[in-house]
């Protein structure tokens, strides 16, 4: 038997603009996602849009309840920037209360929660002036992270700053896929930057509002860089996406400082952002307590053929290589290989000092859920089963290895929406009813979770 911990966090992942619902009600202002919608709707699946998703909002109390019923120690969502401070200034006492209630609800019910501050979700306001794109950002965020933390800090003890820094980046001014949908590398790095330091600055507002137990952290997503070949200009491809997607957050996060050979490479391309005096102290002094790895899928890459001078993208110093024969989730076109979640815990224990980490997200969305529902309308996931079981089985083998991991989250709890996506594909343990006011109902793989925690392992 595999046999975690008996201190092991089991629980799933979600976020507040996913999750809650009523966006643009109960005092709570617009993000950059609310506003997007309004203006460009014809770019969200079927038209659906962050105004309504699962309604947790009203129906949080009961998901607790169901979190409890599959013997869950642990859940993580979001507070959304714009329903605790509308303008960034003031509190709004309906998003106050439904925070306290949320986070109470989860603590009573013996259910750990992580709360983390930033999901993607930029308020309109602050997009307005400029987003992570003025420095005017870090200094907001700092006092709305120090407004969270007087808040909850009696009742959440587990906190992070943001979830997967680089989507917003390279989503919003790298690939134009999210709003401002800006191509343009130099601004992506400085947008990176800022992100840099407002999480550093939220982790200093931390540090001194002393949370009683608190522990404060960052959730990157992980897609450790294989190479196609072992020659020198693959391997120098594969060097180059670590240092980009995965050790530009980590080592400062974790080591407190951006590596040299980063600030290098944009210093050859002419990408380097502005910075402030005293940045590389509070880096520095503002290390974090734990990390929190997203692994979904790895990244291959192979050289490019020329490296342009100054590079455009990172397609200028790696390309993506496209494996023969590779498992593929069809759905979300994401490769499977849960061999890297081994290499990744390894990763974490050799060379970022053994940092207590935990998966904060690992899942499969599989598109027209319901083609597998039986006759009592059970969608017989199977395929999550063995999706989430062959990556405990590596994780295993990295915590035998002695990683320091202390917990997995599957995304996520009940379906939700999904950026762009709507609710084309499914990832929860609950169907979510999108016709019939939310209604959940367990699928199989809810029944296995609950399971695998009950005996705190599985055979195999
Ligand atoms: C993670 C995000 O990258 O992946 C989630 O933190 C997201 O917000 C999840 O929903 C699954 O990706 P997608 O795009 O299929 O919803």
């Not at 540090?207 to 608190?214: I, L």
């Not at 404060?216 to 996406?241: F, H, M, T, V, W």
């Not at 083609?371 to 915590?399: C, P, S, V, W």
Request: proline share 5%; aromatic share 14%; charged share 25%.
């Amino acid at each position: 038997m595999r046999e975690f911990s008996q201190a092991f966090l089991w629980g799933a992942a979600a976020s507040a603009p996913q999750t809650e619902g009523h966006s643009l009600e109960n005092g709570k202002s617009p993000s950059t996602w609310d506003k997007w919608y309004k203006i460009a709707p014809e770019k969200f699946n079927e038209g659906q849009g962050p105004e309504n998703t699962s309604n947790v909002y009203e129906m949080y109390s009961e998901d607790i309840q169901r979190m409890k019923e599959l013997g869950m120690n642990s859940y993580r969502t979001s507070i959304a920037w714009t329903r605790l401070l509308p303008d960034g200034k003031h509190v709004n006492p309906e998003g106050v209360a439904f925070y306290s209630a949320y986070f109470k609800e989860l603590k009573k019910n013996g259910i750990e929660p992580i709360i983390n501050l930033f999901h993607f979700d930029m308020p309109w306001w602050l997009m307005e002036k400029g987003g992570w794109e003025t420095r005017e950002s870090v200094d907001a965020f700092a006092f709305y992270a120090k407004t969270a933390f007087e808040l909850f800090g009696d009742t959440v003890s587990y906190w992070t700053t943001f979830n997967e820094p680089l989507v917003h980046i390279e989503c919003g001014y790298l690939y134009g896929y999210h709003y401002p949908a800006v191509v343009d590398f130099k601004r992506a790095v400085q947008v990176g930057y800022h992100t840099l330091m407002a999480h550093t600055r939220a982790v200093e507002e931390f540090r001194n509002a002393k949370v009683k137990n608190g522990r404060i952290g960052i959730i990157l997503n992980i897609s450790p860089a294989y190479a196609r070949s072992d020659s020198k200009e693959d391997l120098q491809a594969k060097e180059l996406a670590d240092l980009i997607n995965t050790k530009s957050f980590l080592e400062p996060a974790v080591h407190g400082v951006i590596p040299e050979k980063l600030t290098a490479v944009f210093r050859t391309h002419h990408l380097l952002p502005k910075i402030k005096v005293g940045d590389k102290e509070l880096i520095r002094e503002n290390t974090v307590d734990f990390i929190g790895l997203n692994y979904y899928q790895p990244r291959r890459v192979q050289a490019p053929e020329h490296v342009r001078v100054p590079a455009q993208t990172p397609a200028d110093f790696y390309l993506p290589y496209d494996l023969p024969n590779k498992r593929i989730n069809p759905y979300r076109g994401w490769e499977i290989y849960p061999e890297a979640l081994y290499d990744v815990a390894v990763m974490m224990k050799e060379e970022y000092k053994n940092i207590p980490w935990y998966v904060s997200e690992n899942g499969m969305g599989v598109a027209e859920e319901e083609r597998f529902a039986d006759e009592n309308g059970m969608i017989q996931d199977d395929y999550r089963i063995l999706f989430i079981q062959e990556h405990l089985t590596e994780l295993h083998k990295g915590i035998t290895a002695g990683s320091n991991c202390f917990g997995y989250h599957a995304w996520t709890f009940v379906d939700c929406w999904s950026w762009l996506n709507g609710y084309r594909n499914r990832y929860g343990f609950y169907r979510v009813d999108l016709e019939n006011h939310y209604k959940r109902t367990l699928k199989k793989s809810g029944i296995w979770y609950k399971e695998l925690i009950k005996r705190n392992g599985f055979d195999n």
